[in-house]
C-alpha cells in the first residue's frame, strides 16, 4: 500500500509561481514513476507531468510544458512540481499518482495505482 500526501496549493495571480510536494510513504518509493495529474471543475482529470522511477526522464503535458518542472528526490520519497508563469487556465485540483511501471508510457490514468488526495491551485487574472 501507498499513501500519498499532497502540499502546496493555493492561490496565485497570473503569472506567478507554485511549487507542489508530494511526500510518499508505503511500497519503495524509488520502484516505480511518479505523475502529477490536474482537474478542473467540469472536466475529466488529465496528464500534467510525470517523471520515471530514476528521476532520469520526465514527461510533459503540451499544455504545461516549458512552464512546468516535475522533480523527486528518492531519498526524502517526495515528489515535486514547479509550476512558473501560471496561468488561470491551470486552475484546478491537482493530484499527486504512483505508477504502476518504472516508467511512464503516455496512456494516462490507467497507468495510476494510486492516487493522492489532492490540493487545490487556483490562477486568477
Known amino acids: 500500500q501507498v499513501q500519498l500526501v499532497e502540499s502546496g496549493g493555493g492561490l496565485v495571480q497570473a503569472g506567478g509561481s507554485l511549487r507542489l510536494s508530494c511526500a510518499a510513504s508505503?511500497?519503495?518509493?524509488?520502484?516505480?514513476?511518479m505523475g502529477w495529474f490536474r482537474q478542473a471543475p467540469g472536466k475529466e482529470r488529465e496528464f500534467a507531468a510525470a517523471?520515471?522511477?530514476?528521476?532520469?526522464?520526465?514527461y510533459y503535458a503540451d499544455s504545461v510544458k516549458g512552464r512546468f518542472t516535475i522533480s523527486r528526490d528518492n531519498a526524502k520519497n517526495t515528489v515535486y512540481l514547479q509550476m512558473n508563469s501560471l496561468k488561470p487556465e491551470d486552475t484546478a485540483v491537482y493530484y499527486c499518482?504512483?505508477?504502476?511501471?518504472?516508467?511512464?508510457?503516455?496512456?494516462?490514468?490507467?497507468?495510476?495505482?494510486?492516487w493522492g488526495q489532492g490540493t487545490q491551485v487556483t490562477v486568477s487574472s
Open positions: 499518482a504512483a505508477l504502476y511501471a518504472p516508467y511512464y508510457s503516455g496512456r494516462g490514468r490507467t497507468e495510476v495505482f494510486y
Open positions: 508505503g511500497r519503495t518509493f524509488s520502484s516505480y514513476a
Open positions: 517523471i520515471s522511477w530514476s528521476g532520469g526522464t520526465t
